[in-house]
């Protein structure tokens, strides 16, 4: 033992001096809110990322075409019709302005569309097909834009009003929702078809009727476990009132739920939009929709593909961006749900 204490440093001993060795109590780690630790998630999510840039691509370039009188004006030319796509310089089979007519393949821009370009080629009617794609987006991303307003406004108010009163005035708005729930869409949009013309307002009341339900049920269902958290219990033995304790403590821990629920809902009514449109008691002619695009295209798919291939890409597109953006929310605000 003798010999081991003679081998260790003569300071083994010494007190250290204030303020010595503090960095090793440090916390590394930076401090996040929880939106920004939501965030860092979802940049983790690359599927997720990358529909979120092509849904902001999407937005931009349709409502950003409004303002272009080139797209935002769609005439109509007889003499141009079911051309197909032609960009200037790109001589790639398809998108040279060639097709193939009797296992030949010719150049269908001579004459009158010998000094045209339809980057995505045109209809019947000679109308750019570009140009009604992007129009035709345009109410898909409006659409989405309604379905959220009625999601965060009616969806929201109406599950928190539910969930915290409870009781009769609970039992009674859940009565009223199984009754809502119990009506389809189509037959919803069938009823209003009687009293309003087919088009974007007729859309737009109908899924202001049902389209918040399931906001309405997912918010009155955690609001029924939050309001007994001990938060709340505090809010209330400090005398705030019950609109208050609603809006200021409910409200910013059903951020997740609701962000989640609407990136979900979104999809759905675009969808339903598209679908009414396609059976042609949706957006009216000559408006375009990408179910009218849809509907108009697969009439000749068997000889002008293009037509139809275009807008359901598109129309795809929104619709697996939208659920896959909901996945990466679900698992940025709420990290055990993947366990």
Avoid: C
Avoid at 212 to 237: D, G
Avoid at 295 to 311: A, D, R, T
């Amino acid at each position: 033992m003798a010999d081991k204490a003679k081998q260790l440093p003569k300071d083994a001993f010494e007190p250290l001096s204030d303020g010595a060795h503090l960095d090793n109590e440090k916390i590394a780690a930076p401090s996040l809110t929880f939106v920004k630790d939501s965030w860092r998630r979802l940049k983790k999510n690359k599927a997720a990322m990358i529909s979120l840039y092509i849904l902001i691509f999407l937005f931009v370039v349709s409502f950003g075409s409004a303002l272009i009188p080139a797209f935002s004006s769609i005439s109509t030319h007889p003499n141009l019709n079911n051309l197909p796509p032609r960009i200037p310089g790109i001589d790639i089979p398809g998108f040279n302005g060639t097709l193939v007519q009797g296992g030949v393949r010719v150049n269908a821009y001579t004459g009158a569309a010998a000094n045209h370009y339809f980057w995505l080629g045109s209809d019947y009617l000679g109308r750019d097909l570009f140009a009604r794609t992007l129009f035709g987006t345009r109410i898909s991303l409006l659409i989405a834009v309604v379905a959220t307003f009625f999601d965060l406004t009616i969806g929201v108010a109406y599950g928190i009003i539910s969930g915290w009163i409870g009781g009769k005035v609970d039992t009674f708005m859940q009565r009223v929702i199984e009754i809502l729930l119990s009506i389809p869409n189509l037959v919803v949009m069938i009823l209003l078809l009687l009293v309003l013309k087919p088009g974007i307002p007729a859309i737009i009341i109908a899924i202001a009727f049902t389209s918040w339900i399931n906001m309405a049920r997912l918010v009155r269902a955690q609001t029924l476990e939050l309001k007994s958290q001990e938060f709340v219990l505090a809010a209330r033995s400090l005398g705030e009132s019950s609109f208050k304790i609603a809006f200021k403590h409910l409200l910013p821990n059903l951020t997740s739920v609701i962000i989640i629920n609407t990136m979900f809902t979104i999809p759905s009514a675009i969808f339903f939009e598209a679908f009414l449109s396609f059976i042609g008691i949706g957006v009216p002619a000559p408006a375009a929709s990408l179910g009218t695009l849809i509907s108009n295209g697969q009439k000749s798919f068997q000889f002008l593909p293009y037509q139809m291939w275009v807008p359901a890409i598109v129309l795809s597109l929104l619709m697996i961006a939208f659920n896959i953006l909901g996945d990466g929310l679900r698992d940025a605000f709420d990290p055990k749900s993947r366990e």
